[in-house]
């Protein structure tokens, strides 16, 4: 009896992993015109389109819905505490907005430090999201051989902070 109990966790260990593997879905870069010349090929794989700031603005209702992944000079980008955070993305008098909608109160340092860095040396930063109506909702954003996740949470602190001291300072006759 135990015997076959083992087997038959076994086989449905092999089933549960076997059945898993077709989850595991590829992701191609390509573009819109590709896409949609074969878009059999591109069957059950996370497409990410390729694409300019022009040819977006230009083709807008086409990528919508869609995750998309351009470069462009950064114009704008928020410095305070905001639900929504947002750069402006401009070449050739054309804009776009890149926005993280209610994700956290302030900004995050790394992306602002980053934005800084891109908009003081004039480069253009790599934006990765889904383009809906208000314009590209970030999942990521890369800037030479940085990339910044901005779906990741923050770490949170594990302790309560409060005014005082660690306990080692009270056994050593801290005075505060």
């Known amino acids: 009896m135990q015997h076959k109990t083992v087997i038959l966790l076994r086989v449905v260990l092999f089933t549960v992993v076997v059945s898993s593997l077709p989850a595991c879905i590829q992701i191609v870069n390509t573009d819109l015109d590709t896409y949609l010349?074969?878009?059999?090929?591109?069957?059950?794989k996370h497409?990410?389109?390729?694409?300019?700031?022009?040819?977006?603005?230009?083709?807008?209702?086409?990528?919508?819905?869609?995750?998309v992944e351009l470069s462009a000079p950064v114009s704008y980008f928020g410095k305070e505490d905001f639900p929504t955070w947002y750069i402006t993305l401009e070449?050739?008098?054309?804009q776009l907005r890149a926005y993280e909608d209610s994700y956290r109160n302030y900004v995050d340092i790394y992306t602002l430090n980053l934005m800084i860095w891109v908009k003081s040396e004039g480069g253009e930063v790599t934006v990765r999201g889904k383009l809906k109506e208000k314009g590209v909702e970030l999942n990521q954003l890369a800037y030479k051989e940085y990339y910044i996740n901005t779906d990741a949470l923050p770490l949170r602190e594990s302790r309560v902070s409060d005014d005082r001291p660690p306990y080692f300072k009270y056994r050593q006759g801290y005075r505060y």
């Open 47 to 67: 497409v990410i389109f390729t694409t300019t700031l022009e040819d977006l603005l230009t083709r807008y209702e086409l990528y919508q819905g869609k995750e």
């Open 91 to 94: 070449r050739d008098g054309k």
């Open 37 to 44: 010349q074969n878009q059999k090929a591109f069957r059950r």
